[in-house]
């Protein structure tokens, strides 16, 4: 175990045992160490900062008094987690049944493998690993979705993501310092798990940002996942310091997105604009919405940035020119690599594995694919993919009731955080898993409903009174 990890695990146990929020900004903020292995003799397997520190937030929130309750009344609740509830016993069923029901009849291109290629399935250990992770997510969603209804809760959580978003940045930083001072093995102790890395790759004679993630490409899609949480719940922070931080995290981010050179992370950055604009639109047109409180600011940010890009093009086109040539070589070029070849490859083979056992799946673990829907289509069939696909769509289209207009808006916040993320999932995740930081905004999502036995006790007062 390096330094870096002991320092955590220390942290983390000491937060676990405190009164205060501590143990919530860990969670959000270790989402910046992606290549940090938190487990002495791992034997293969990664448990990385931010999966550890979910485990203790899990157990906190359901030891505390009434939460064990809340949170079986969560998880069957239909309008909050009972569909992904459905999902992680589905797919953890698949994972143990799956894999030896259809035992050596076709190939796959394996989780687990220490060299890419193709296999005949057969039970492997990323079958357990892949499951204990969907689980880690299922259970960091549902202790957001028992706890999520507390003010209090909110504002931590508008916090720790502020705290994440300059932590990402700051090792963005670090790792461009050292790279250029040629001292880059002063960051090999918060590199330490079983990973492929590309941390030292230039793109047009630039260092490609990794920060402390394992590869360009996983660090600008953080960076967007970020971004895009601070850019639609920024009106929730208090005028002043704090707002004022959104909104500097949110150009560093940009700028970090930019200089990682992801061309994951660009696509984000498409979508999260777009979104924005369309939000940005509907805010306009409706004077009753609660979100519309900065639009003023807004429209004269938006107003001076392009203004200062057509003056800059006007005054200096060429300047134009290394974007162009970015654009060219993530997008253009990019189709012709031997990278793109390879993933095209690992999602046709996981699609293949879908047809080939009927559309019931491969089960979890067993495929490595480059699309997220592909990916929980080869794993899970069918029947897991309408329950993930059905969870995820209610709660985003969903509208809560008997909730304040705070609550509404910021539900309504969370969904529009969401979609850049899954965007760019659909372009690159491998594995079925949606990760902590999103199910933790699902969790916060669920958290907006009501919860059955408050709109029982609800009407029953009512008839009372009646």
Request: charge should be positive; glycine fraction near 10%; include cysteine.
């Amino acid at each position: 175990m390096s330094w870096p990890a002991a320092v955590l695990w220390v942290m983390m146990i000491a937060a676990l045992f405190s009164r205060g929020p501590g143990l919530l900004y860990l969670l959000v903020c270790t989402g910046a160490f992606g290549s940090l292995q938190m487990l002495p003799f791992s034997g293969g397997v990664n448990v990385l900062p931010q999966s550890a520190c979910a485990a203790l937030f899990v157990c906190k929130v359901l030891v505390q008094r009434g939460n064990i309750t809340r949170g079986i009344e969560s998880a069957l609740d239909p309008q909050r987690m009972m569909l992904f509830t459905a999902f992680v016993v589905h797919a953890v069923f698949g994972a143990l049944i799956l894999p030896r029901t259809f035992l050596g009849l076709f190939e796959v291109v394996p989780i687990s493998a220490p060299m890419f290629g193709t296999d005949i399935l057969r039970p492997a250990s990323g079958n357990y690993t892949q499951s204990c992770y969907i689980m880690l997510s299922y259970g960091t969603a549902l202790a957001f979705s028992t706890i999520g209804q507390s003010d209090a809760l909110r504002i931590y959580y508008l916090r720790a993501l502020l705290w994440a978003a300059y932590v990402l940045v700051l090792t963005g930083i670090i790792d461009l310092i050292t790279y250029n001072l040629h001292i880059g093995y002063v960051l090999e102790p918060f590199r330490t798990a079983t990973y492929s890395f590309l941390v030292d790759v230039e793109a047009e004679g630039a260092k490609r940002v990794v920060g402390l993630m394992t590869e360009a490409s996983s660090f600008g899609t953080v960076c967007v996942g970020l971004m895009a949480s601070l850019v639609f719940l920024r009106p929730f922070y208090k005028q002043g310091l704090e707002h004022l931080l959104a909104l500097v995290a949110i150009a560093l981010l940009g700028a970090m997105t930019i200089l990682s050179t992801s061309s994951t992370g660009l696509v984000g950055l498409g979508v999260l604009g777009f979104i924005y604009g369309v939000d940005l639109l509907y805010r306009t047109l409706d004077a009753s919405n609660k979100r519309r409180d900065q639009i003023k600011q807004e429209f004269a940010v938006i107003f001076l940035v392009v203004f200062v890009a057509l003056a800059g093009t006007l005054l200096k086109p060429s300047l134009l020119d290394p974007v162009s040539t970015m654009i060219d070589g993530l997008v253009y070029e990019k189709a012709k690599s031997a990278s793109y070849a390879e993933r095209t490859m690992w999602t046709r083979i996981g699609w293949q594995a879908f047809l080939d056992t009927g559309g019931m799946g491969a089960g979890l673990g067993s495929i490595r694919v480059s699309n997220w829907a592909v990916s929980i289509l080869g794993s899970t069939g069918l029947f897991g993919a309408m329950l993930m696909f059905g969870f995820i769509a209610q709660q985003a289209l969903t509208v809560p009731r008997s909730v304040s207009k705070e609550q509404a808006a910021f539900g309504t916040a969370l969904k529009l955080s969401l979609l850049p993320t899954l965007a760019m999932y659909l372009v690159v995740a491998t594995i079925p898993d949606i990760g902590i930081a999103v199910a933790s905004m699902l969790g916060l999502i669920a958290a907006t409903h009501t919860p059955r036995s408050a709109l029982r006790s609800a009407s029953t007062l009512s008839e009372g009174r009646a």
